[in-house]
């Protein structure tokens, strides 16, 4: 069974919560990491053999260019994580569209290719915003994961499947991974789930998905393997869900890495059964 392996790349303050995120107008005066986080990241895929999808964010992809260019060099799927990091349900359709159309035009006039992959902010596609998957569909997307299906403080959306599926608008949607424990959909495959739970939880119900026949979509973040990330203005709460771990990333993603097969999303997709369609147009790792 071979697994997604996903890299959301933006800079450690692209925090995004209700309330709790720094303007994009600062941005821009703040440290960046997410060069060197990121080539780092790519050593260790590249010392594993392993490709991956990593969603770009179109802020760090008009500052750092060659970051695209790198990644898609390495055999790699590059995909959308938008442009400003904002949350989509705190959007109108309008803002959202402009915001997506912004990271396509970026990344897509370096790579020479439009993504065909996108991810919301903190995933961010809600029960109650799922227009947005429309838009998506509409902006030329093959396929979105942003859809986490269980609830959760800020995101979430319970009743949504949690395997890979086909919207009617065409688009197939890839959830974060998931395991059912007392009827609700546990979310273990990335960010703070990687690094808080024990490890042999996170292999244990990697193992059970795919005994079930289920790829898993395990995720990471760039700034997660700095185990010291400049916090900056955060709440106590953010500060433990940001940092809580992360000396652990490193040593998690290379036990993943010895452990499993990893694939970028969408060659995952095209070797799903009614995926036939997606053999064509895929902006394909090569
Ligand atoms: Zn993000």
């Not at 590249?46 to 500052?63: K, Q």
């Not at 996108?118 to 998957?133: E, H």
Request: charge should be negative.
């Amino acid at each position: 069974m071979v697994n997604a392996l996903t890299i959301d790349v933006e800079e450690h303050f692209c925090y995004a919560y209700p309330g709790e995120s720094l303007p994009l107008e600062q941005w821009d005066g703040l440290e960046r990491r997410a060069v060197p986080q990121t080539l780092e990241t790519l050593a260790i895929l590249e010392a594993h053999d392993i490709r991956a999808t990593f969603f770009v964010l179109g802020w760090v992809a008009e500052r750092d260019p060659f970051l695209v260019e790198e990644i898609r060099a390495r055999g790699h799927e590059v995909g959308s994580h938008g442009y400003g990091h904002q949350l989509v349900y705190r959007q109108t359709s309008e803002q959202f569209r402009d915001d997506v159309q912004r990271s396509i035009d970026i990344i897509g006039g370096i790579s020479g290719e439009a993504p065909v992959g996108y991810r919301a902010p903190s995933f961010s596609i809600r029960n109650d915003c799922l227009w947005a998957l429309d838009v998506l569909a509409d902006l030329g997307f093959r396929y979105d994961s942003s859809i986490c299906p269980t609830q959760l403080r800020h995101y979430g959306s319970p009743g949504q499947p949690a395997e890979a599926h086909r919207l009617d608008n065409g688009l197939w949607e890839f959830p974060p991974a998931t395991t059912r424990v007392a009827g609700i959909d546990v979310p273990f495959g990335g960010g703070g789930y990687l690094r808080l739970y024990p490890f042999f939880l996170t292999r244990w119900a990697t193992h059970r998905l795919n005994a079930a026949g289920r790829p898993a979509v395990i995720y990471l973040h760039p700034w997660e393997l700095d185990p010291n990330p400049p916090l900056g203005p955060r709440s106590g709460l953010r500060r433990f869900q940001h940092t809580v771990g992360l000396a652990k990333t490193r040593s998690r993603l290379l036990h993943l890495c010895a452990e499993f097969d990893f694939a970028p999303i969408g060659d995952v997709l095209r070797s799903l059964p009614g995926s036939d369609e997606l053999r064509l147009g895929f902006a394909a790792a090569k």
